[in-house]
């Protein structure tokens, strides 16, 4: 697989019954690059990656990797596009062994070598994912289950993570090992799409920014000037 093609995003609204949480907003992930989007607690930011994956009704937008128009792609089908998620709260299987969880991750592709390989790369990045393979996923950790949805997203071949808060809830070290790993999937080529509160994580890992406020783009800019914008700081983060 190839590099991803840009991702572009424009004029995507969500509607919750005729409650607008998300106005029109656009941006885009240039292939290997990595994009973050903050903003407060009900800013938009869930739904937006949400209907970005086709999981809500969007009222409106256009959405293209590579050229190619993805707005009616079902979001079954996103991940044969080239698009990974790994939601908030993770979501793994709790009854289904840590491997299980992986394989299902795979489970747009067949099962052969090119899965095989995943397989081995996803316990290259989290050794601990090959060490509990047999045990249920809900045995894990917090950290460790966050550890598996990125996994189980890697298992489908992306070209672009998109990760919704996959710090929450972790302490500061474990948000270290994620900042980590999503640094060398930077390394690799990845596109990265994040929606962060963590300061640590975002600016750590993100070149640019879109900072979301009532459902709309606030700000945009790098990574390094939000970083010290204090109004960002303060507001957006609560630093
Ligand atoms: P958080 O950080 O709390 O997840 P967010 O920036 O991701 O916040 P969203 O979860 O996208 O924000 O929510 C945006 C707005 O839409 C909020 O006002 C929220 O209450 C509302 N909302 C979200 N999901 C639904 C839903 N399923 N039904 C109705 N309203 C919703």
Known sequence: TGPAGTLTVEDLSVHYGGVRAVGSIGFTVAPGESVGIIGANGAG????????????PR???????????????????MVRHGIGYVPEGRHVFSGLSV????????????????????????????????????????????GQQQMLAIGRALMAGPRLLVLDEPSMGLSPKLVGSILDVLLKLREEGMSLLLVEQNAKLTFGVTSSCVVMENGEVAMTGTSAELSRDPRVREVYLGL
């Not at 795979?106 to 050794?127: C, I, M, Q």
């Open 45 to 56: 930011k869930t739904s937006t990656l949400k209907a970005l994956m086709g999981l809500v």
């Open 59 to 77: 009222s409106g937008g256009r959405i293209t990797l590579g050229g190619r128009d993805l707005t009616r792609v079902r979001a079954r089908d």
């Open 99 to 142: 491997e299980k969880n992986l394989m299902l991750g795979a489970y747009s592709r067949p099962w052969n070598d090119g899965t095989r390989r995943r397989l081995d790369e996803v316990h290259a990045l989290f050794p601990v994912l090959g060490e509990m393979r047999d045990r249920p996923a809900g045995a894990l950790s917090g």
